[in-house]
């Protein structure tokens, strides 16, 4: 359960089960939304497979078979494969004795079973050849659940052109596929099949196993000529039953014959085929893939079968076929052919070895000849060999002891190769087992023939070249773990012997003197008689395979080669589809609950402000969000949200970008308002458009600082229109939790700023707050702009009654600070000395004072109260006159069109353009006619431009004071006058308020006169000249024009 | 030459996450058929929602094909309105939920089926729901929007239609069932099906010499 260990905690164990309980460790916390996949849900679905799991019993038959590419084999397949038929019982050793088989079967008008004599002469490559009236042995037919048949040679191998195919030629399966679904019961299906040139592998399952099968993977290896081409080699297929059974199925062909370094190569061959198959990986119940593909090993069950090739060695194949023939002839009537071919050589003995063995074979045995033990236990041999009494004729009585067939065949299969090998550990030897062996070897036979073998000029020696072998997952473990304490002896033996213990006492060497020639041995057979062993099969399912039978079909006549099968009892644990869905949906059911139950919560608190300012216009239900109450333009407003974790995992929350339209400025709040948390974020991204995280531990909090700021124009100017208004909404997101809406609003209130001069001139008596009611918040609709409305509702000013009362006080406030500096006789430099452009920059005083009178001389403009009724008592009238001044110029440049508007600016610079053409300048006092002329085309402009130069003018008296020196008006044209002028330019005092004058015009020419923003460069810079000009000309005129 | 041939008869369980997004006018029962389909519970009296709700449910279609949906649902209230292309931008189905006593809300309704047939992903899937059936069971005179009115549009404009019922659990499962199996779980399946090989794992237990030092932590 190694895997478990970093499995997620099931939800019904969660720790923190108490409600409302904060884990005693933050760290245990995790979410389970991190874990709750797919994976965790075939986790824990996997994890109650008891619950959907139920014990099944199929029987798996498994098949062998090579054909020698003889037509007509097919024709044989439904026979023996399916219906069992063609055992003969007699040659396998079974019930029957030799004499009732061998004197009835030729007479008997009765009898069941065809006889042989007739089964040969009907032979032919159109009809079966297994016997007629053979009911077969059982298991049959729909009793197997699975069928797995292997074919070795459907085609020709032994042809070069075949060896060497680089491809399968399916053409031939096609008839073997018919074959076999002729023989089935119906509702079998073909669940697997591969070939390999001519190898073919096929597996069929019954309509009720077939569903419960899955992963089938097939694959093949060649093994053949240069170790790689098909002629030899293997087909192999693994399948996944029930979900929990693991089988792999090899058929394979290995290299062929008797001669040196065949035997050698047939190992190699088995070698490859293991280690070369690759299936594809197993998708477990849940659908998860492994990662790695299996191999042969990694499953459940195995079951190798095919033409191995082993044979019989040290045995002249000759002997062998004359004294398995004394057993076979008594299959037969006195006058058939194969009778009297049999007796015929039989007669004619032809090597003292022949007569060795038959007189072992006649010999009864003292062994246990029942017990499969024997082939399995004796590792000499020997015993067959040891008699040296010559054989007589009495050794040929066809009433010879039934048991003497089985005798026959233990004495020879201690001769066979495959048995050699898996006792030296050379191939199959880890945990391979096989069933007994009491049917005659499986090749060669003469075609045609029952009993007849090899009768051509090669007379190969009989032997069992076809095998079924399997091997169960403990099976192989119990041969590694062996291994291991093998190992572990030894070298405790060699250990010991380095010490010098040689002398070790007796029962101990048994224990430490290893022979791997033997003692490896004793267990490899004996599971295929024993009771089924409990198999824990991969996917920890209890399993148990048991060998039913293993024959082969003796009267199958149509190749050279036996068919034989093996019929496996499995009982496993399978699991029931519909109780898993039951259980699947049940976890998924947790496991959602769990995930939606472990989400991280927050709680967000918004704390209210004074109730005085909030926005209690509606009285509908209370507000759930963040009210900044009354806004005002460039007026700082901060409200306060707690988050808080109140839930049982750790949370991380940030204000995602709630920017939905394409044309909508992206972030995570609007441009008026900025959030500050009270710590850094989780990542510490200083870069403001980086997304801010925080993460809170249960119980944890944070505080979030929300400020509305407004200084934006373009958004004042919307905002007192109604096209915008304070409201939007905030969304702060929780990782794997839900998204809170935080609603924020703020009530606009109306102001002068941002408007243009048409508008300001109708705002009505006591400010542009009285605008307040004239229409709903947050509306502006069109009936809003009927002209006839807005005439006739319309307070008419000649000019905005804002710029009457700033520039009156900026007047009044710097007559009143000049006093007040003279008074206090202030030491050092004044204000106006220091700065030509001061009251209106170079302030003296600090910018939050500033800040603060700024905000109340715009209260009192826009609820017509007398600026000094708001200012704090403590400001004096510089700081007063500065903030005045400085309100004035952002009041000119908040215009939406201008003193001097666009259009009008463009009047003006074309009449200019014109003067300077004509190179004759104009008196200051002309230039000031037309201009004022051209500006009042709008009248209230007009107006509005007369109010400011004139308070330009006295307050740059009032700071530069001149003498009156000019005092004829209306004559600046006379050469006195241009003479005085040029000694005025000598004066300090003059120049010093020219200084006054250009600053001034400098930056009011910027606050009133509008440009087209497309003005740029040189075009700019003349533009800029002139428009300094003009105001410039207004403030020179008046020098001295008090009062 | 080797060859390799893989012929499940059953091919590995399918596993699709897809995202259902709830929309609807205030007070219809959007959470509450959430409520319900999740949890199986019913409140009589729920607070509106303020933001959008998250929260997942698996349903199984058949023994190999798992379905899991990640639910928003969102906030009814006009206010929050401009904020739901947030929650059906990616969106692969979506339950438009209406109340079948209030006339207005199938025309809100409506507006949310043309807007998410206009803004949302081409693909999506959308579900009518006519919720509060139990009221009409119970009293016949409540009903303001019939279902054959509800059906015909439904059919026109190509959603899913039922009519549900949050407290009687009416259609609920139903009709998200409904809508997992129309989703393109084969062409998902790769998108969102979570089958990383890495994350791989053998999880079944006594599997000596196959458990490496990979073991997903997760």
Request: net charge negative; aromatic share 8%; glycine share 8%.
């Amino acid at each position: 359960m190694a895997s478990n260990s970093s499995l997620q905690r099931p939800p019904n164990t969660r720790i923190d089960t108490t409600p409302g309980a904060f884990p005693s460790s933050p760290a245990q916390g995790q979410s389970p939304t991190v874990v709750s996949s797919q994976l965790s849900l075939s986790q824990a679905v996997h994890e109650r497979k008891a619950e959907y799991t139920r014990l099944k019993r199929i029987k798996v038959k498994v098949g062998t078979w090579n054909v020698a590419s003889l037509s007509g084999t097919e024709k044989d397949i439904g026979g023996w494969f399916v219906d069992g038929k063609g055992v003969s019982e007699s040659l396998s050793g079974l019930s029957l004795g030799g004499e009732e088989a061998s004197d009835n079967k030729d007479n008997k008008a009765d009898a069941v079973v065809e006889s042989v004599g007739e089964q040969e002469a009907r032979r032919s490559k159109k009809k079966p050849t297994v016997p007629e009236n053979d009911p077969g042995l059982p298991p049959t037919g729909e009793e197997i659940g699975i069928y797995a048949l292997g074919l070795q040679e459907i085609v020709d191998v032994s042809s070069v052109t075949e060896a060497l195919r680089p491809y399968s030629d399916p053409h031939p399966t096609k008839k073997w596929k018919q074959s076999i679904a002729d023989g089935l019961p119906p509702g079998y299906q073909r669940i697997a099949e591969q070939q390999l040139i001519g190898l073919y592998l096929v597996i069929y399952a019954s309509s009720a196993t077939a569903p419960t099968i899955s992963s089938v993977s097939t694959t093949s290896v060649g093994t053949g000529l240069g170790g790689y081409m098909g002629n030899k080699g293997a087909v192999t297929a693994r399948i996944v039953l029930g979900e929990t059974t693991r089988m792999v199925f090899v058929n394979c062909h290995l290299t062929a014959g008797v001669e040196k370094g065949s035997l050698e190569r047939r190992n190699w061959d088995a070698s490859q085929i293991l280690s070369r198959t690759k299936f594809d990986p197993v998708y477990d119940g849940g659908g998860v893939m492994e990662e790695f593909g299996e191999g042969i090993g990694d499953e459940d069950f195995c079951f190798w079968f095919g033409d191995l090739n082993y044979r019989l060695e040290d045995m002249p194949g000759e002997d062998v076929r004359r004294l398995l023939m004394l057993h076979t002839r008594n299959e037969y009537g006195k006058a058939q052919a194969s009778k009297q071919k049999i007796e015929h050589e039989l007669a004619n003995p032809e090597s003292s070895t022949f007569h060795r063995n038959l007189e072992a074979a006649n010999q009864p045995s003292g062994d246990d000849s029942s017990s499969t033990h024997t082939a399995a236990d004796s590792s000499s041999g020997q015993s067959v060999a040891s008699s040296t009494t010559l054989s007589n004729q009495e050794a040929y009585d066809p009433n010879s002891d039934p048991t003497s067939l089985q005798t026959t065949l233990s004495s020879l299969l201690t001769h066979d190769q495959l048995h050699a090998q898996m006792r030296t550990r050379k191939a199959f030897h880890d945990g391979w087992r096989e069933g007994s062996i009491d049917f005659l070897p499986t090749y060669k036979y003469d075609v045609g023939s029952v009993g007849m073998f090899d009768s051509s000029e090669k007379r190969r020696g009989p032997s069992w070249c076809d095998r079924i072998l399997y091997r169960t997952r403990k099976d192989k473990f119990a041969y590694e773990e062996k291994v291991r304490q093998e190992e572990l002896a030894k070298k405790r033996d060699n250990e010991m012997k380095l010490q010098g213990v040689v002398e070790a006492a007796t029962d101990e060497a048994v224990l430490f003197d290893y022979d791997p020639e033997n003692d490896g041995a004793d267990d490899q057979y004996d599971g295929s008689t024993a009771d089924p062993e409990v198999v824990v099969t991969k996917a920890g399912f209890e399993d148990r395979l048991h060998l039913e039978y293993y024959k082969s079909h003796q009267r199958v006549l149509s190749s050279d080669h036996k068919p034989l099968d093996a019929v496996f009892t499995l009982d496993y644990d399978a699991v029931d589809p519909d109780l898993k869905a039951k259980v699947h949906q049940e976890m998924a059911r947790e496991l959602d609950k769990a995930e939606n139950e472990g989400r991280p919560v927050v709680t967000i608190v918004v704390d209210h402000h004074r109730e005085s300012d909030t926005t209690h216009t509606d009285s509908g239900p209370k507000y759930e969000g963040v009210d900044f109450g009354h806004v005002k333009y460039d007026h700082l407003k901060t409200r306060n949200v707690t988050i808080a974790n109140t839930g049982r995992v750790p949370a991380t929350v940030g204000f995602i970008d709630r920017s939905v339209d394409t044309g909508q400025p992206r972030g995570v709040s609007p441009p008026w308002l900025s959030i500050h948390f009270d710590r850094p974020s989780d990542n510490n991204n200083p870069n403001p458009g980086a997304l801010q995280e925080y993460t809170l531990q249960p119980g944890d909090a944070v505080n979030v600082e929300l400020t509305l700021h407004i200084t934006d124009m373009d958004m004042v100017r919307r905002l007192s229109e109604g096209e915008d208004s304070l409201e939007d909404v905030l969304v702060l997101r929780i990782h794997n939790g839900r998204d809170y809406f935080l609603p924020l609003r703020g009530k606009w209130l109306q102001s002068a700023f941002g408007r243009s001069i048409e508008k300001l001139v109708r705002i009505p008596e006591g400010g542009a707050r009285k605008l307040q009611h004239q229409r709903p918040a947050g509306s502006n609709h069109s009936s809003h702009h009927h002209p006839d409305d807005k005439e006739n509702d319309a307070v008419k000013w000649s000019a905005p009654r804002e710029l009457f009362r700033l520039t009156e006080a900026i007047e009044s406030f710097t007559e009143r600070s000049m006093a007040e500096w003279e008074m206090k006789g202030e030491e050092g430099e004044a204000p106006w000395e220091k700065e030509a452009a001061w009251p209106f920059s170079g302030f003296v005083s600090e910018e939050k004072e500033r800040g603060v009178l700024r905000e109340r001389v715009r209260e009192g403009l826009d609820t017509n109260q007398p600026f000094t009724e708001l200012f704090v008592l403590e400001s004096g009238s510089i700081q007063r006159l500065e903030a005045v001044a400085e309100t004035l110029v952002q009041f000119l440049k908040s215009l939406e069109d201008g003193i001097i508007t666009e259009e009008l600016w463009a009047e003006v610079e074309k009449g200019m353009l014109e003067h300077e053409k004509v190179k004759k300048p104009l008196s200051d006092e002309d230039e000031r006619m037309w201009i004022l002329d051209t500006v009042s085309t709008a009248p209230a402009h007009g107006v509005s431009f007369t109010f400011i130069t004139f308070m330009l003018s006295r307050v740059a008296n009032e700071v530069v004071p001149i003498q009156q020196q000019l005092q004829r008006r209306g004559t600046a044209t006379s050469f006195d006058d241009m003479e005085a002028v040029q000694k005025s330019k000598d004066d300090p005092a003059r120049a010093r308020r020219r200084e006054v004058d250009e600053a001034y015009a400098a930056i009011f020419a910027d606050a009133m006169i509008r440009l087209p923003t497309t003005l740029t460069g040189k075009a700019r810079k003349n533009t800029d000249v002139r428009r300094k000009h003009v105001v410039e000309v207004f403030l020179r005129s008046r020098l001295g024009d008090g009062s | 030459m080797t060859s390799r041939v893989s012929t499940g008869t059953r091919p590995g369980a399918r596993f699709a996450q897809f995202k259902l997004v709830l929309l609807g006018e205030s007070a219809v029962g959007k959470s509450s058929l959430v409520l319900r389909f999740v949890k199986d519970q019913f409140d009589d009296y729920r607070e509106s929602t303020i933001g959008a709700a998250f929260l997942t449910q698996t349903i199984s279609l058949d023994d190999t094909t798992t379905v899991k949906f990640e639910i928003w649902d969102t906030a009814g209230q006009e206010r929050y309105k401009s904020l739901a292309p947030m929650y059906y931008r990616n969106a692969n189905c979506a339950v438009v939920v209406y109340d079948i006593t209030q006339a207005s809300s199938l025309d809100k309704a409506k507006a949310w089926v043309k807007e998410l047939q206009r803004q949302a992903n081409e693909n999506i899937i959308i579900a009518l729901a006519g919720n509060k059936a139990d009221l009409v069971a119970e009293h016949p005179d409540k009903r303001a929007i019939t279902t054959s009115d509800a059906e015909a549009y439904a059919r026109e404009a190509g959603l899913l239609f039922s009519e549900t019922s949050a407290k009687t659990a009416e259609n609920v499962r139903e009709l998200f069932t409904a809508i997992a199996r129309k989703l393109p779980l084969e062409q998902a399946g790769a998108r969102n099906m979570r089958s990383n090989p890495r994350q791989g794992v053998d999880l079944r237990p006594e599997a000596p010499g196959t458990q490496g030092g990979g073991a997903c932590n997760c």
